[in-house]
């Protein structure tokens, strides 16, 4: 069973639309959520990062963490062709010697 | 700051012939990682250091590949010999601490060996 799992997408949603990203994982012990955003042929940045759990809001973009049920959220509001890119969830803890990542979901806003 | 840089940003080799790769870390940063990313496989972490010593390398999938961090603002990932599988784009990130760091990525290296 792989740490963490995402949907690949692709998911393509009209512009102004709710966008709503998941991830799963397998060890209760993670305790640092992470997203990152990647647009095409660029590296990796990070969009928002979260200890334990609980909400975290940063302009359009809300992250959840839901620990009971080892499940992490990305929604992104009124949602803009500039949003199209994969975005890619990262998980880890202190206990642990390294992140892992997710598989990525690639996201296309149309205008 | 520069952010984290990488050279070459594009890489054209032969079935064969040796591979370096080239990444400078955000100054200040104790933690340097490199990634493999393709279409089939997502992002795979191959090998970090901590303070330039490497601490896992159980990513590195072969004994083609290796990795060095000489001092604090360099490392190389050298693959010898390359082969046609290997084509992917290598990112080099960087972090203040582990668990907790947020990491910042560089542009990546996109490797096609033919």
Known sequence: QKEVEQDPGPLSVPEGAIVSLNCTYSNSA???FMWYRQYSRKGPELLMYTYSSGN???GRFTAQVDKSSKYISLFIRDSQPSDSA???CAIGAADFNKFY???GTKLNVKP | DAGVIQSPRHEVTEMGQEVTLRCKPISGH???FWYRQT???GLELLIYFNNNVPIDDSGMPED???AKM???SFSTLKIQPSEPRDSAVYFCASSSGLAGGKQYFGPGTRLTVT
């Open chain 2, 39 to 41: 279409m089939m496989r």
């Open chain 2, 64 to 66: 083609r590949f290796s």
């Open chain 1, 30 to 32: 993670f305790q640092y």
């Open chain 1, 101 to 103: 990542f997710g598989s």
């Open chain 1, 86 to 88: 994969t975005y890619l």
């Open chain 1, 56 to 58: 975290k809001e940063d």
């Open chain 2, 30 to 32: 104790d933690y340097l």
């Open chain 2, 70 to 72: 000489p001092n604090a």
